[in-house]
């Protein structure tokens, strides 16, 4: 799973998505792989303007990256182009789990696929009553 | 021919053996692109952007997404496709999702999305605990927020009958969207259906970005437009929750918000009655 994946998603259950703890989802256990792809000026400064920045800040922080700027620059020159093409396309997640910060529930990475099934329960469910009592104490 | 729909879920249907059977027969693979080619070629994207493709299954339509120059993230429900996908090592990131449980993204997400023969699926429900117009509702609603204004999504789709495609035409339409309704080769066994959908095009009345400028002059379009201009009515009531009282205005717009529309932020001034001069 790529970085600039993981700057988009929420967790699957509805309730969590206003939550403010609940983006953007930590990883844990992650292993990392590099590939290389040929660099996209034009796709980079497309989703800039959409990349939730602080949460990338948190994300690369966690994965080890650590030499991006504080604030998200305006324009992207040929530096930060590469630097971001480096992190978002060409960083794979490949074996891990993702975590909610709000209810807890993990979803697992492997080779490189995410597993967002829900359990029919939590997939419907449109009172949140489980997820209060901590849904991780149930998928412990 | 059979309706696979009609046998097993689709998670359970596209096992190991189908899901090779699939991706590695020459007919399917050239319908799939065509269709593909098709559906890109309705968006329209002028730049290089980022698609969500919903059921990208094996990455047949993934192909024709990467060799335009797209980066895409797909949701399959198969995790024997997915397997099937990885193998291929096609260029997307790949969920394994059920799209009838919502789409896990953050409101304005992507510039467009597309789908290949997949959404008839929703049509049916499983278990008991779920209905095909509850999938289709919650995956409508999902995609909605998930694209960005002026978004475009162009979704085929193989409706078993008129039922199925006013089933999924409408809860397009109720879930926000402007709808359209394309079908290549009508009234031939080889003809294809197509929804296309815009976000947020409703302000700008003939915008460039309105569905029904999409499919302007191609033959066959048949356009659906029922996007509600402000309903009137709806519940009268009393008490705190009343139409056009704060509490009204502020879960309106808290609504609004989780949708990923734009609204206004919320000050003292929220609600209240603007009062004559003197």
């Known amino acids: ?140 | 021919m059979s309706r696979p729909e009609d046998t097993l879920p689709p998670d359970l249907f596209y096992n190991d053996h189908e899901s090779q059977k699939y991706t590695t027969s020459s007919r399917i693979q050239t319908i799939q692109t065509a269709m593909t080619q098709r559906a890109l070629s309705l968006l329209a994207l002028p730049y290089p952007s980022l698609v969500l493709d919903i059921g990208c299954g094996s990455g047949l339509s993934g192909e024709s997404l990467t060799a335009s120059d797209h980066t895409w993230i797909g949701m399959d429900i198969s995790a024997s496709m997915l397997a099937v996908a990885l193998d291929r090592e096609t260029s997307g990131d790949m969920f394994l999702a059920d799209i009838g449980q919502g789409v896990p993204f953050r409101p304005g997400t992507f510039d467009a999305a597309i789908s290949i023969s997949a959404i008839q699926w929703l049509c049916n429900a499983d278990s008991s605990d779920v209905s095909a117009t509850g999938r289709l509702s919650r995956f409508f609603e999902g995609l909605y927020a998930a694209l960005k204004r002026g978004g475009k999504a162009v979704l085929q789709f193989y409706p078993k009958n008129e039922v199925q495609r006013g089933m999924i035409t409408s809860a397009a339409i109720r879930a926000g969207f402007g709808a359209g309704l394309l079908e290549d080769d009508p009234g031939t066994k080889n003809v294809k259906v197509y929804l296309v959908l815009t976000v947020g095009a409703g302000a700008e009345k003939g915008g460039a970005s309105d569905v029904t400028n999409v499919v302007r002059g191609m033959e066959g379009v048949d356009v659906i437009d029922e996007r509600r201009k402000g309903r009137g009515g709806g519940r009268g009531g009393d008490g705190e929750g009343r139409k056009g009282s704060k509490d009204w205005i502020l879960r309106k717009k808290e609504q609004g918000k989780n949708r990923g529309k734009v609204v206004k932020a919320d000050s003292k001034y929220t609600g209240r009655k603007r009062r004559p001069a003197f």
């Open chain 1, 1 to 140: 799973m790529k970085i600039l994946t993981t700057n988009f998603l929420t967790c699957a259950l509805r309730a969590c998505k206003s939550h403010p703890n609940s983006f953007p989802l930590r990883f844990r256990d992650a292993e990392l792989q590099q590939d290389s792809s040929p660099f996209n000026a034009a796709f980079i400064s497309n989703i800039l303007p959409r990349i939730d920045w602080s949460a990338l800040l948190t994300t690369a922080a966690e994965l080890g990256f650590t030499n991006l700027p504080v604030e998200k620059p305006a324009v992207v020159d040929e530096k930060v182009g590469m630097e971001l093409h480096r992190i978002l396309i060409e960083t794979h997640v490949v074996e891990g789990k993702l975590v909610c910060g709000n209810c807890g529930h993990q979803y697992a990475i492997h080779q490189g696929t995410a597993n967002f099934l829900l359990p029919g329960h939590l997939g419907i469910s449109p009172t949140p009553f489980v997820w209060r009592t901590g849904v991780a104490d149930i998928y412990a």
